[in-house]
């Protein structure tokens, strides 16, 4: 039998990301999961971020984001960028992360990750514990080495992350 546990949020696990934004004069990184798809013509996705967050007021301001895919070898990258602010780290200069210039919007990607989606922010709903960006895709980036001949990306070559309550997962394709 099934016991009621309230009404908390336990939508898991969620994909990991690294959001970077920027507001012209200092970039910075956001670690989340509360990221999804929300329309498929156009484009969009969802990001999910607390009022305050740095990162929040960062995107705020610029009205774009890059939602860079890290692997399972960026795990303390993750952490790292997930458990500190902005406001008083570098967290591309801490971590060793390169800034690689996009093609569609100001704001850097990181070279490291091997997927990186450039999106402009539509509309900011503000929910209560956190407010969500509705934003459309405007261009994705992927490593050579990933790309399928047909040009789309073969998520078998990375090993994505999950995020399950505290806890880091790798991902794994099932067939």
Known sequence: MKKSIGTPERLYPNPVVLVSCSNGLK????????????????????????????????????????????????TETCDF????????????????????????????MIK???????????????LGTHDIFISEILNVNADEKIIYSDGDIDYEKIE?????MGHYLKNKIIK
Do not use: A
């Not at 929300?38 to 939602?67: A, Q």
């Open 81 to 108: 960028c997930g458990t500190r602010s902005g406001r008083d780290f570098d967290k591309f200069e801490d971590m060793k992360l390169t800034k690689e210039k996009g093609l569609m919007i100001n704001t850097p």
């Open 27 to 74: 970039d910075n990184i956001i670690t989340l999961s509360w990221v999804g798809t929300v329309c498929g013509n156009p484009p969009m996705v969802s990001i999910s971020i607390r009022p305050s967050r740095y990162s929040h007021e960062l995107i705020s301001t610029s009205r774009e984001f890059v939602i860079n895919i890290p692997d399972e070898k960026m």
């Open 160 to 164: 994505v992350l999950s995020y399950l």
């Open 112 to 126: 490291e990750c091997p997927v990186n989606i450039e999106c402009r922010v539509q509309d900011i709903i503000q």
